[in-house]
């Protein structure tokens, strides 16, 4: 047994608990009938709405490197990518809990840490964490969070609804975080650098389009959505698999940050390739009617001042092209598997 | 690379995902409106409760072994573990989802019989699994489930109802699982033994008493409730420490399952330890009032055929006392606190 290893077991799993409980009380909504330690919280749902549920975990050595990232930063992600799940429904987020594998090697302030971030996160959208566990581990830290949300019936969003002709959205800008990926696997940039700080808080700290999505939703004019966690070479794919159409992508209308396509080329990266095969940029991919663009434009400007980019169509042919300014096809490479990382 | 990881990184999230909304998809209910598949489900909860949600994870090295466990009865436990925290509130499960981070070297039939066993014991119990997370990890093999269900507001039975006076009650029997774990650490018997049958499936294959709960909730008499999940001197300390009140447990009312009491004697440990310290045996912690006793005995006889037994008392002095049959106070000893495992 190590040192650090005493000191984990010394704290054991019911000060950990109890000190979850305590950070997360603070954040606790009107719905929490009943939040942290008991069995089960207890919760109100808003009525006529219907639930939405989703989980997503996040491994150390695969999705981040604890040299990297703060046990903070990895929480707020944790969390954010859960709450980016919701909003890809155009849904509302409501209560989240959260389980941690901590290695005997932790300290206790990395599991305080973590659910810091993990309750920041959850604040900011409005979302309370109602429960968790935390349990020693012989492995690396592992995060899982699960988020309730709700939504209302005629607005849900699903994948599978996009129709040949339809044109091809997206919020934002794409390719920010895999160049602050970039950014800390080949250094070269101090962190305090503005551009370094943009890229490294796009992939540290991600903000899910919860805003956005609602406006969206509430024009009833999108045929489908998802979030962009994979990249669009992985996820635009999976869109269009559950809607049995396929889709023209128009490379120069990727909306890639300046900042980011700047570094890209300073590292040697195409930032085209990032912004289409980098994965966690947590925006919204959507499709409607052509002439359904502008009013979902203007209404998601009014409302979150984000601006929203056609970049491709629905086709009624399987799979996906590429196509270049000049109009030649080019490859779409691949999206961020996690299994082939790490 | 190892040739197991290699296999598993061929195989692949995408695959692997697919694979889980296939065997998921056979057990969906009514409620679920859109199982695995999107960015989260889309599920209808039943009007007029309030909503209960729980998580609870599960690491290979802390709470099984591969070698001793098979995927399959992971997957059971791991669901079974969460269908019991619903229980404890009075509850009835509705949904799951669940997140496995998986080894490199892992074959991708280990997800798969993971899942089949989620799967399994959701089914058993009502219960559909929407969605989940198949992540790759360089670590060992962790599952987090998070479980939706739903109660009446006036059947909720929280940690904190318990009264000076109160009786403690327990349903069916305690140690069981603690001598499955004694048998596999020490061996001496074999697998296909009728007693060891009985005590390996307490420990691999626990069976939540959801039905047994809903009887307990429906008499109204009942005025708190937990599961055991890490024996009875873990749990009740937590469960007097939320109703502010203390308790004395009989020692002789203990119910040991003659199977497990012959066995833990044979391996040379002490049947009573093995309950009250053991853990994993899923059953029911409950206090009434005493004169409520009989009605919510004969209820839960009536609706589920399981024994309830009287083991103690609440009292108005904070702590624990144990009471051997001669009247003398016994150590309780402590219960199953994973970091002080493997």
Known sequence: MTPGEERLRD?????????????????????????????????????????????????????FRLDW????????????????????????????????????????????QLAAGLIAAAGEYGTALVGGDVVGSIGPLVVDVSVLGWVEAELALRRSGARPGDALLVTGSLGASAAGLKLLERGGRRRDDPVAQ????????????????????????????????????EDLPRLCLESGVGARLWAARVPIPPACAGLAEELGEDPLALAVSGGEDYELLFTCPPEAVEEIRNTVK??????????????????????GADGQELPLGRGFDHFRVG
Request: glycine share 10%.
């Open 11 to 63: 704290t054991g799993e019911n000060r950990l608990l109890a000190r979850f409980r305590e950070l997360a009380s603070a954040g606790l909504t009107p719905g929490v009938v009943l939040g942290s330690g008991d069995d089960a919280a207890i919760l109100r749902a808003p009525e006529n709405r219907l639930l939405l549920l989703t989980c997503d975990m996040m491994a150390e050595g695969v999705h």
């Open 69 to 112: 990232a703060t046990p903070w930063q990895i929480g707020w992600k944790a969390m954010a990518q859960n709450l980016s799940d919701i909003a890809a429904m155009g849904g509302e987020p409501g209560y989240a809990v959260a389980s941690v594998s901590l290695p005997g090697s932790a300290g206790a302030e990395v599991a305080e």
């Open 198 to 233: 943009q890229v490294l808080a796009a992939h540290f700290t991600p903000r899910p389009r919860l805003g956005e999505a609602r406006a969206i939703a509430a024009t009833r004019l999108a045929t489908a959505m998802m979030d962009l966690s994979d990249g669009l070479a």
């Open 302 to 323: 009014k409302a979150r001042g984000t601006p929203v980019h056609v970049i491709g169509e629905i086709t009624d042919e399987r799979g996906i092209i590429m196509a």
